[in-house]
């Protein structure tokens, strides 16, 4: 497993989630989905 694109892709999906303006909610979700893969 490549823990470094894991990481990047945490990072990417936590700032999309955040330029987004999204719900606490949504915003968990998108993480939640990352932390999954």
Do not use: G, K, W
Request: glycine share 0%; no cysteine.
């Amino acid at each position: 497993m490549a823990a470094d694109d894991q990481a990047m892709t945490f990072e990417q999906s936590v700032q999309a989630a955040i330029e987004l303006d999204a719900p606490l909610n949504e915003r968990l979700a998108v993480v939640a989905a990352a932390v999954r893969r």
